[in-house]
């Protein structure tokens, strides 16, 4: 017994070695390639949980091997009393040797009666063991418990010795059917249960891929709705969290009658943009060959595309497209914190490039479709107030006076320049931009005011460079 405990313990052990070597770095190369190759087949793990069930079955069964019923029979301690065949009563042996009688023995002790129970329930904990591997399929088990049911009877047959133990044999037999049957429907429900599990987790994950990939195209297309920082403020699970540029949080009432926060923030320092082509009016009719005026929408359409795609660039990072009415395009910049740049000004200096630009853009469009459109811009920098408003369809403005100016720096200025007030000539001019004094002009709302053309890019740099010109200027050592 000790020496198949000892041969079984080793080779248990050395199997379970194989398996945790998968994971560990410090194994031998060979036990790591065999514990791969078990992970990666379903048909090698079988085989070495089978291998296992064999070895603890064979470790149980060995002492039963070596067991002889003269040693059982001796080690015990048996009480036999003779009985007259033909009497009742007990017999004098002394006094009848001489005489031809039949005697029976009787055997009062339960030591064989025992002795197998031990044996069997130790099988028993083996079919238990076997239900523990969900790696077998339910035949596997089946097999193997089969075979550890027929290898078991027929050693406790080999060791029957009396009617009362064939019995005791019948019994066991009764009970390792019962438990086998037993095993083998659990075995049934848990692969039923396992595969089902299977099936549900695939769903779930293509379930789950397709609502990332929904989710995802939301994102984008929120993105393409709201600024990047006001979508995430609506897309996180915590609406209620201070936000770093919101100073006040306010609410709003649905439809429904429910309460939603209303995004709101105070900006300091925006650099504001209008910038509209006043000849557009003159290229749209509606005539039967270009479909009714679709033709010409679709035009500006592509004018204002090439105008989003332009702040894809890096230099641009600091400008957020506002809205577009008709053929007029608002862009602002220096919204967030970390597009606001108080001491070097890169959000008015990518402002400027910006406005810039796109009176390039519109140029190769004029060359590509032989028309002449022209481009009036205003700029203007101050404190606005962003939000967001509306709950069903939300739409993402600036309020404030630096808005109203940048609106009247375009209605006022002049076709194909850029003008600007006197606040963005200071930013600007301190930068190296070219420009020029238009003079004292009367504006709506604003009385007399002196405005500025700007002519070009900063001497400091050129316009096809990777940063704004005062990027690359603040970047220069000093």
């Given amino acids: 017994m000790y020496s198949s405990f000892l041969v079984g313990s080793l080779l248990i052990l050395i199997i379970n070695f194989i398996i945790f070597s998968e994971s560990s770095q410090a194994a031998p190369a060979l036990f790591k390639a065999v514990a791969t190759r078990v992970y990666r087949n379903r048909a090698a793990a079988q085989m070495l949980a089978s291998t296992v069930l064999f070895i603890t079955f064979a470790v149980t069964l060995c002492p039963m091997l070596a067991v002889q019923h003269d040693q059982c029979l001796h080690k015990r301690s048996i009480n036999l009393t003779f009985y007259d065949i033909n009497e009742s009563s ?3 042996l002394e006094n009848t040797r001489s005489e031809q009688k039949k005697y029976i023995p009787t055997c009062y002790d339960g030591t ?8 069997m329930f130790c099988v028993l904990l083996v079919m238990i063991m076997c239900a523990v591997y969900q790696i077998l399929i339910s035949l596997v088990k089946m097999l193997i418990l089969s075979c550890i049911c027929i290898s078991y009877l027929g050693l406790l047959t080999f060791h029957t010795w009396s009617r009362a133990q064939r019995l005791d044999e019948l019994l066991t037999l009764i009970v390792l059917i019962g438990f086998m049957l037993a095993l083998v429907i659990h075995s049934q429900q848990t692969e039923a249960t396992y595969r089902l599990d299977f099936l549900w987790k695939l769903q779930a994950t293509e379930e789950k891929e397709d609502m990332e990939h929904l989710q995802a195209y939301n ?15 609506f897309l996180s699970s915590d609406k209620n969290a201070d936000l770093a540029n919101a100073s006040v949080v306010l609410s709003q009432t649905t439809e429904d009658g429910e309460i939603e926060e209303l995004y709101h923030e105070q900006c300091e320092s925006v650099c504001v943009m209008f910038a509209s082509i006043p000849n557009f009016s003159e290229f749209y009719v509606e005539l039967e060959g270009n479909n009714e005026g679709v033709e010409c929408l679709r035009l500006l359409n592509e004018i204002i595309a090439d ?23 608002m862009a602002a910049s220096g919204l967030t914190r970390s597009t606001s740049d108080l001491k070097g000004f890169r959000h008015v200096t990518a402002m400027a490039d910006y406005a810039l630009r796109i009176k ?26 962003a939000g967001v408003i509306g709950a069903r369809k939300p739409q993402y403005d600036i309020w404030g006076n630096a808005v109203n100016v940048a609106s009247r720096m375009d209605s006022t200025g002049v076709i194909d320049q850029i003008q600007v007030t006197q606040e963005m000539y200071q ?18 709302g604003k009385g007399e005011m002196v ?10 740099s050129t316009p096809s460079s990777g940063g704004t010109p005062s990027q690359e200027q603040a970047s220069l050592p000093s």
């Fill in 451 to 460: 405005t500025y053309f700007l002519n070009g890019y900063s001497t400091a």
């Fill in 112 to 119: 064989i009666l025992h002795f197998t129970e031990y044996f």
């Fill in 90 to 92: 007990p017999i004098d």
């Fill in 360 to 385: 390039e853009q519109l140029n190769n469009v004029n060359e590509h479709s032989f028309n002449n459109f022209k481009m009036r811009i205003g700029l203007n920098i101050g404190p606005v107030v």
């Fill in 427 to 444: 930013i600007l001019h301190a930068k190296g931009y070219p420009l020029t004094c238009r003079g004292t002009i009367k504006v709506k």
């Fill in 219 to 233: 994102r984008k297309l929120l993105a393409n709705i709201l600024p990047v920082h006001v979508a995430e403020h």
């Fill in 307 to 329: 105008f989003d795609e332009l702040l894809s660039e890096h230099r641009f990072r600091y400008v957020e497209k506002i809205k577009s009415t008709g053929a007029t395009y």
